[in-house]
């Protein structure tokens, strides 16, 4: 059976980035890591994490940097654990007011698999796709 609990903040932020060494990935600077979002695990085992990011207006959040344990191979645990995410995060949105909700994900990824599941729709289908480029200031 799938738990979800909050983001323990800044405690997870080892974790995530033991999680994203493990595949090659370069640091999240930890000012970035929020403190809203929840983790997924079963038992000891911690199988994904995910954040929501909330804008300044109150209105709109996103689910971003979701990651799975390099532990975990893709399985049925592991879909149940992200959509127990994603499902735990609208709530967490709701709560605070938002009433739009989205994320960036990879197309033809598993994580757009899960969301279009879950009723997410793609806003560009038409559109080339996007590359999120990011600048440190």
């Excluded at 080892?14 to 994203?20: F, N």
């Excluded at 994490?49 to 893709?74: H, K, Q, R």
Aim: aromatic fraction near 10%.
């Amino acid at each position: 059976m799938i738990s979800i609990r909050p983001i323990k903040y800044p405690e997870d932020y080892s974790t995530l980035m033991d999680w994203w060494a493990k595949r090659g990935m370069k640091p999240l600077n930890k000012a970035i890591f929020p403190g809203t979002g929840a983790v997924a695990f079963t038992g000891p085992l911690e199988i994904a994490m995910s954040f929501l990011y909330l804008d300044v207006g109150g209105a709109f959040a996103m689910i971003e940097w979701t990651s799975v344990n390099p532990a975990c191979a893709m399985s049925r645990t592991t879909v149940e654990a992200v959509r127990g995410l994603f499902a735990h995060l609208e709530e967490q949105a709701k709560k605070r007011g938002c009433i739009c909700i989205t994320s960036m994900v990879k197309d033809g990824g598993s994580e757009q698999r899960i969301m279009s599941s879950m009723g997410y729709a793609s806003q560009n289908a038409d559109d080339p796709p996007h590359i999120m480029y990011a600048k440190t200031l």
